[in-house]
C-alpha cells in the first residue's frame, strides 16, 4: 500500500487533508487579492486578533470559534472603515499590535487561572491557537471547516471581476460604477472569516505565511490576476498536502511548520525561477541585437 492510501486510512488525517484542503484553496483565493491590494499588514494583524479573540471566548467560557470569527470579523470591519489611505492602515494597525497581543496574553492567563484551565489545558490551548491542531480536528469541525472555506471561496469568485478591478485602479472602478467602498467591506469581512478558519490549520502565529506566500509565488509567475488567483489557490493545496503529509511521516515535524515550509519554499523558488528567466531574455535580447548589428554590417554597401 502507498504512503498516500496509507495516510488516507487514519480517520484523523482524512480529516486534516479534508479540512486542509478547503482551507488552503479559500486562503489562497483570498490571501492573493490580499497581496494584489497591497494590504499583507491587514493579515498580519488579523493573526494577533484571531489569538486574542479564540483566548477570550474560552477565558469567558464559550465556544472558541464564537471568539475567533467574532474578533477577525469586527476587526476586519474595523480596517475596511479605515479605508486604504496612504501610510494610514499600516500606522493604525501596527499601533495596536502590541496592545492586542497583550490582551490576549491577559486572556491565556484567566484562561488558565480558572477552573476550565486546571490541569494544563489552557497553556495546550494556546499553544494549539498559535500554532494550529489540524491533526486533532473532529468530523464535526473538518466538516464545518470545509463549509465554511467553500462558502468563502464560493463569495469570492462571484465577486472575483469587479472585485480585482477595484484593487488594481479603485478610482477608475468606481467611474465605471464599480461598488468599490461596498466590494471593500465584503472583502474584509471575506478576509476575516478566513483568518478564523485558517488559524485552525496553520495557527494565529503562521496564519500570514498561508495567506501571502502562495499569493506573492502566484504573483511573480504570471501578471494575469485570474490565472495568477487560481495558481495562488493551486500552490496553496500542494503546500497544505506536502506539509501535512511530511508531518505524518516525521512526527517531529509540526503540520504548520510543514505546510508553511513548503508554501515558503515555493515562493522562494519563483525568485530563482524569474531571476533565470530574466537573464535568459536578456541575453536573448542581446543576441538578437549582435546578430541585427552584424546583419545591418554585411548588407551595407562599401562595408567589407
Same mark, same amino acid.
Given at each position: 500500500?502507498?504512503?498516500?492510501?496509507?495516510?488516507l486510512a487514519h480517520p484523523f488525517l482524512t480529516s486534516a487533508y479534508g479540512a486542509g484542503t478547503a482551507i488552503a484553496v479559500v486562503s489562497g483565493l483570498v490571501g492573493y487579492v490580499v497581496v494584489l491590494r497591497g494590504?499583507? /499588514?491587514?493579515?498580519?494583524?488579523l493573526s494577533h486578533v484571531a489569538f486574542t479573540g479564540a483566548l477570550a471566548a474560552l477565558a469567558f467560557g464559550v465556544d472558541l470559534r464564537l471568539g475567533l470569527y467574532g474578533?477577525?470579523?469586527?476587526?476586519?470591519?474595523?480596517?475596511?472603515?479605515?479605508?486604504?489611505?496612504?501610510?494610514?492602515?499600516?500606522?493604525?494597525?501596527? $499601533?495596536?499590535f502590541a496592545w492586542v497581543l497583550g490582551l490576549g496574553a491577559l486572556f491565556l492567563s484567566l484562561f488558565t487561572a480558572?477552573? $476550565?484551565?486546571?490541569?494544563?489545558?489552557?497553556?495546550?490551548?494556546g499553544v494549539n491557537v498559535l500554532f494550529g491542531s489540524i491533526l486533532g480536528l473532529s468530523r464535526g469541525q473538518a466538516w464545518a471547516d470545509v463549509v465554511v472555506s467553500l462558502?468563502?471561496?464560493?463569495?469570492?469568485?462571484a465577486m472575483a471581476r469587479p472585485l480585482v478591478f477595484a484593487s488594481l485602479d479603485p478610482a477608475v472602478?468606481? $467611474?465605471?460604477g464599480v461598488p468599490v467602498r461596498a466590494l471593500s467591506y465584503g472583502f474584509f469581512v471575506l478576509l476575516g472569516v478566513t483568518a478564523g478558519v485558517a488559524t485552525q490549520a496553520v495557527g494565529a502565529l503562521l496564519l500570514l505565511g498561508?495567506?501571502?506566500?502562495?499569493?506573492?509565488?502566484?504573483?511573480?509567475?504570471?501578471?494575469?490576476? /485570474?490565472?495568477?488567483?487560481?495558481?495562488?489557490?493551486?500552490?496553496a493545496v500542494g503546500s497544505m498536502w506536502a506539509g501535512l503529509t511530511v508531518?505524518?511521516?516525521?512526527?517531529?515535524?509540526?503540520? $504548520? /511548520?510543514?505546510?508553511?515550509?513548503?508554501?515558503?519554499?515555493?515562493?522562494?523558488?519563483?525568485?530563482?525561477w524569474t531571476g533565470i528567466s530574466r537573464r535568459k531574455r536578456s541575453e536573448d535580447r542581446a543576441m538578437a541585437l549582435v546578430t541585427t548589428a552584424r546583419a545591418t554590417r554585411i548588407g551595407a554597401p562599401g562595408v567589407p
Open positions: 500500500m502507498s504512503a498516500t492510501f496509507f495516510v494590504q499583507v /499588514f491587514a493579515g498580519d494583524a474578533g477577525c470579523i469586527a476587526f476586519a470591519l474595523l480596517l475596511g472603515l479605515l479605508g486604504r489611505r496612504t501610510g494610514a492602515d499600516d500606522t493604525v494597525i501596527g $499601533s495596536v480558572s477552573s $476550565s484551565g486546571v490541569g494544563g489545558s489552557g497553556g495546550t490551548t462558502l468563502v471561496a464560493a463569495a469570492v469568485v472602478a468606481a $467611474s465605471r498561508l495567506l501571502a506566500a502562495p499569493a506573492g509565488a502566484a504573483q511573480r509567475v504570471t501578471a494575469r490576476p /485570474f490565472v495568477a488567483l487560481w495558481l495562488s489557490a493551486g500552490i508531518a505524518y511521516l516525521v512526527p517531529t515535524v509540526p503540520p $504548520s /511548520f510543514g505546510i508553511l515550509g513548503v508554501a515558503t519554499a515555493v515562493y522562494l523558488g519563483t525568485f530563482i
